[in-house]
């Protein structure tokens, strides 16, 4: 084999909807463009649950190459042989399932967020994939941007002295009653796991993983969760949450998360990390972050980071997994299974004091 051709990672499509199109078109972009040099993709396949035909649509869509083979099923994916890993993107509620079902096929897989719809299927999921030896991963493609690498590293550096605290939100502005009216839409559905913190919180809570737990070094990683309490407040027509404040104690700081449905973003700031000698701010949205600013000193200093190659920033993450697919690891360093589980875990913890439980056939783990 020639050491210096890049690895290809063959992907298997799995959903047909709006962040599977986006992601493989990020997917299908030259890795030039950004830089990179170590890998490329193709899109050996991808399913439709609903018929062959959107499958073939999509396809062609994203034009994805001839050699492309499009599946009326989420079964016929997983089971060809030419794809190495499967990129779920189905609602939230189907996560666990569509996972369970590529890992079981001896798959790879990247998950859309949220991983699952409680930690227990997650710890199920867990243990399957390092049952069969296969690389497995949330798919928070912000914490792959280059803008989240840099923050990381100033936090580390301790450029802003001790972080204490962390303000992360992200809100939509959005009258559901309007946007959606019958109550069909995964933002608001409880039958796919709707609601602004499964959808929407993952975000500021990545945030304040990412900047109080993910940059520690190991020895200084707490040995227990952080204590989690929250509050939500209800999208009456379907009971799923439309706002929340989830507040997280880790030993030595402080993170308080909250994202909503209806209420508009500060465009300024959609992160603060705190620290003892200064604080960073990033700018809206939290999820695709491109500009932040330093604070020290009494001066701002602002960063942009412009998306290069006319991309989404979705291949960073698909370029991370398929990195580690190469390696033969079996996750990712920058967003590790632990901490998905961790998050989840939070997650829980707000649902549950908050009497918020969704239908039990989207939170069995007996499938
Ligand atoms: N990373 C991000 O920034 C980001 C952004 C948006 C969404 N997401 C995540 O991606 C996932 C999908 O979101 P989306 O906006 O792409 O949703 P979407 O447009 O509604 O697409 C979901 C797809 O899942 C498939 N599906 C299977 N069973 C379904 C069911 N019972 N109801 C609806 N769809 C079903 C459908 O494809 P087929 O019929 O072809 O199988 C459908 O097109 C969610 O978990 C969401 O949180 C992530």
């Known amino acids: 084999m020639d050491t210096d051709s890049p690895f290809e990672c063959r992907w298997g499509i799995l959903a047909t909807g709006w962040i ?191 900047t109080l737990y993910h940059t520690l070094p190991p020895f200084e990683k707490p040995t227990s969760a952080p204590a989690v309490i929250g509050t939500i407040s209800r999208f009456e027509a379907t009971g799923v949450d439309a706002e929340n404040v989830v507040v997280l104690t880790f030993p030595r700081s402080i993170g308080v998360a909250s994202s909503g449905i209806r209420v508009a973003s500060d465009p300024q700031t959609a992160i603060r990390i705190c620290g003892t000698k200064g604080e960073i701010q990033v700018q809206h949205p939290a999820y695709r972050p491109e500009s932040y600013t330093l604070i020290k000193d009494g001066e701002a200093t602002r960063k942009e980071f412009p998306i290069p190659g006319g991309g989404h920033g979705m291949f960073w993450e698909a370029d991370e997994a398929a990195r580690a697919i190469r390696d033969g690891k079996l996750e990712c360093n920058e967003c590790p299974v632990e901490e998905s589980l961790l998050l989840m875990k939070a997650m829980d913890k707000v649902r549950l004091d908050n009497g918020f439980r969704y239908p039990e056939a989207i939170e069995k783990t007996d499938y």
Not at 63 to 86: G, M, Q
Not at 87 to 100: D, G, I
Not at 134 to 149: C, G, K, S
């Open 20 to 210: 599977a199109t986006v992601f493989t078109k990020d997917l299908l972009l030259p890795p030039r463009a950004r830089g990179v040099s170590d890998i490329t993709h193709t899109v050996a396949a991808a399913a439709s649950s609903s018929s062959l035909s959107r499958a073939q649509e999509f396809l062609s869509s994203v034009n994805a190459p001839a050699t492309a083979v499009a599946y009326d099923s989420y079964t016929a994916l997983v089971t060809d042989p030419r794809v190495d890993v499967v990129y779920v993107a189905t609602p939230h509620s189907h996560h666990f399932a569509n996972c369970l079902l590529a890992l079981q096929a001896e798959k790879h897989v990247v998950c859309e967020k949220p991983f699952t719809v409680n930690a227990s299927q997650l710890e199920i999921l867990i243990r399957v994939a390092r049952g069969k030896k296969r690389f497995l991963m949330e798919a928070v493609w912000t914490r792959f941007f280059p803008l989240a690498r840099e923050v990381g590293r100033i936090v580390r550096e301790g450029t802003i002295g001790e972080v204490r605290r962390v303000n992360a939100e992200l809100n939509l502005c959005q009258h559901p009653e309007v946007t959606y009216a019958d109550g069909n839409h995964r933002m608001v559905n409880p039958d796919l796991a709707g609601g602004a913190l499964l959808d929407l919180g993952l975000y500021p809570l990545t945030w304040v993983f990412m």
